[in-house]
């Protein structure tokens, strides 16, 4: 059983140090010999002397033994000829790929390179940018970045990833400090084949490339809006017609018929993510909500189809968190099979 001031190293990753806390019932945290604290898992560490055993001497409080065992760490670690430029990535790994739609998920940052990276791992919130981990890796290793859930999925969208590399204790080329935004395609981790076999995991993992032989990674991020307004300027070109809207259908017997298809919204998707697309559908679900806010009673029925059932399980979330006054229910199996969802605004 690990205990703080357990002297550790990492089963998957070169390094280790000193446990100061337990973060939770599966992460600790681990002082490394260059005093940063990282948080590992319990699972990931391996005991090399216990608590009583982890010395003052051992622990290189002495300066010049701390000098000592930096400069021999720096010589021991092994450099290869691709290393000499930076690859680094951001990797995600389900904790039960059986169990997608449940399952809590693992990042990592990989650094496939021979330089140490000082770097911060942040998320955009609103219109300013919160940091989720921050801190110093290994070369030719991968940290532990941190374990969500799904309910926090939509919160990692937009990342960005910043990171200055250094040699210690020997000469370098220089490197150009990096900061790169990146859009997470959170569909994706609603689809096992979303994980692939790679180079840095055995488990199948989902990477997100960061820098790629010393270029940083630049996504060509085009939102619906933006895209939106292109395709009514091609239209109006065309034949000063707009793009297609979204569209009631039909009303029969007082219900309304809303087709949220995305064929049915735009005439065109090109540049568009999974991501992208389901922000449109939902859009227009908000719209046709808010359209008939007020008139109690209405039945509305959204057409969604069956698919994977991301967009009905958007849509139930919305009605949920933001209509939970309103009624839910699956629509007429015999007209829309499983494919349709009726609100009753209330």
């Excluded at 990096?178 to 569909?187: F, K, W």
């Excluded at 029925?301 to 698919?307: N, Y």
Aim: hydrophobic share 35%; proline share 2%.
């Amino acid at each position: 059983m690990i205990k703080i001031g357990d002297k550790v190293r990492f089963l998957n990753s070169v390094g280790g140090g000193v446990v100061k806390r337990f973060i939770n019932k599966e992460l600790v945290a681990v002082e490394e010999d260059d005093g940063f604290e990282m948080p590992v898992l319990i699972k990931e560490c391996v005991i090399i002397a216990s608590a009583g055993e982890v010395t003052a001497e051992n622990r290189g409080t002495n300066i010049n033994n701390e000098k000592l065992k930096l400069d021999e760490k720096a010589a021991i670690i092994k450099e290869t000829k691709e290393g000499e430029k930076l690859n680094i990535a951001l990797a995600y790994i389900p904790q039960d790929s059986r169990s997608l739609s449940n399952t809590d998920f693992d990042a990592y940052l990989v650094n496939d390179s021979n330089y140490y990276l000082f770097f911060t791992y942040m998320n955009k919130f609103s219109d300013q940018w919160r940091t989720r981990f921050a801190g110093v890796i290994e070369p030719n290793t991968k940290i532990h970045l941190e374990r969500f859930s799904k309910e926090i999925l939509n919160e990692l969208e937009n990342l960005c990833v910043q990171l200055t590399a250094y040699k210690k204790q020997k000469s370098f080329d220089l490197k150009n400090p990096v900061s790169v935004e990146l859009r997470l395609d959170t569909v994706k981790f609603y689809k096992l084949h979303s994980f692939k076999a790679n180079d840095y995991f055995v488990e199948d993992a989902l990477v997100y490339p960061v820098v790629r032989d010393d270029m940083p990674v630049r996504q060509i991020q085009i939102s619906p809006e933006e895209l939106k307004k292109a395709l009514y300027e091609k239209n109006d070109l065309k034949s000063n017609k707009p793009a297609k809207q979204h569209e009631v259908l039909k009303q029969k017997n007082g219900i309304i018929e809303v087709d949220l298809h995305i064929n049915q919204l735009l005439d065109s998707i090109v540049g568009m993510s999974n991501g992208d697309i389901l922000n449109y559908q939902l859009e227009a679900f908000r719209k046709i909500i808010n359209e008939y806010r007020g008139k109690r009673g209405q039945k509305i029925v959204f057409i969604h189809g069956k698919g994977e059932g991301v967009l009905r399980n958007a849509i139930l979330k919305e009605i949920t968190s933001k209509y939970s006054g309103y009624g839910c229910q699956d629509a007429s199996f015999r007209e829309y099979g499983f494919g349709a969802t009726m609100v009753t605004v209330r």
